[in-house]
Nanobody
Framework: QVQLVESGGGLVQPGGSLRLSCAASGFTFRLFAMYWYRQAPGKQRELVAG???????NYADSVKGRFTISRDNAKSTMYLQMNNLEPEDTAIYYCNVRKIVAFWGQGTQVTVSS
């Protein structure tokens, strides 16, 4: 079955960096677009970034120029490099793939605070 496992979250000061990973299994990773979402306390889950099977990317306006999404098909893993983090980036970050239905990981907490 489809499994998505996020890692790499943590506590970082404003201006700092983190790299999130999403290890995927149970499907042919290289054939599917993948997405990062986040959900802050009291807010709806929002799309942060996406990457197609061929490597095209898109970003939410709030993270453009600071975040970079990438994928390693040989490792069935997706990444999110987050630079110049802001307190507003504090959220649980989720990995997502859409195969008829949407599959989600368990999430990884990112906290940006001094």
């Amino acid at each position: 079955q489809v499994q998505l496992v996020e890692s790499g979250g943590g506590l970082v000061q404003p201006g700092g960096s983190l790299r999130l990973s999403c290890a995927a299994s149970g499907f042919t990773f290289r054939l599917f677009a993948m997405y990062w979402y986040r959900q802050a306390p009291g807010k709806q889950r929002e799309l942060v970034a996406g990457i197609t099977s061929t490597g095209s990317t898109n970003y939410a306006d709030s993270v453009k120029g600071r975040f970079t999404i990438s994928r390693d098909n040989a490792k069935s893993t997706m990444y999110l490099q987050m630079n110049n983090l802001e307190p507003e980036d504090t959220a649980i970050y989720y990995c997502n793939v859409r195969k008829i239905v949407a599959f989600w990981g368990q999430g990884t907490q990112v906290t940006v605070s001094s």
